[in-house]
């Protein structure tokens, strides 16, 4: 997981965080049930105070991207579209088995894209 923040930024920190987060939810990059680091690992992480993070955590639980589980941790929560997740969860799984077996992202890519060309009625 890739986050950076800008010391400079007139943009605060808390911000840069849970916009970088949202980021990565919304394009699949941190897909449903993916577990993110605990508050405090990431503070340290990004050098930010824990207090920083913790924010930038409840306000996505807010916006119910993520849902905290206890002492299990903080994972991205299901979408409201239960089709769309359980496809997100299928391509993470495909991209997985593909890299495993070597296979280049464009070769993958145009293999999903014949799929779907062949299953179009008509």
Do not use: C, W
Not at 14 to 30: F, S
Not at 52 to 57: E, I
Not at 74 to 86: E, H, I, W, Y
Not at 105 to 114: C, F, K
């Amino acid at each position: 997981m890739q986050i950076s923040v800008e010391p400079g930024s007139p943009v605060p920190p808390y911000e840069q965080v849970r916009g970088q987060l949202a980021e990565m939810v919304g394009d699949g990059r941190l897909p449903v049930g993916a577990k993110l680091p605990t508050v405090r690992r990431l503070a340290a992480e990004l050098g930010l105070a824990v207090n920083t993070v913790a924010r930038a955590y409840r306000e996505l639980e807010a916006a119910g991207l993520l849902e905290t589980r206890g002492r299990h941790g903080t994972f991205v929560a299901p979408g409201r579209d239960d089709a769309v997740d359980r496809l997100q969860r299928l391509a993470a799984g495909y991209a997985a088995e593909a890299a495993r077996l070597g296979v280049a992202p464009e070769t993958a890519s145009s293999l999903v894209r014949a799929a779907l060309d062949a299953a179009r009625p008509g």
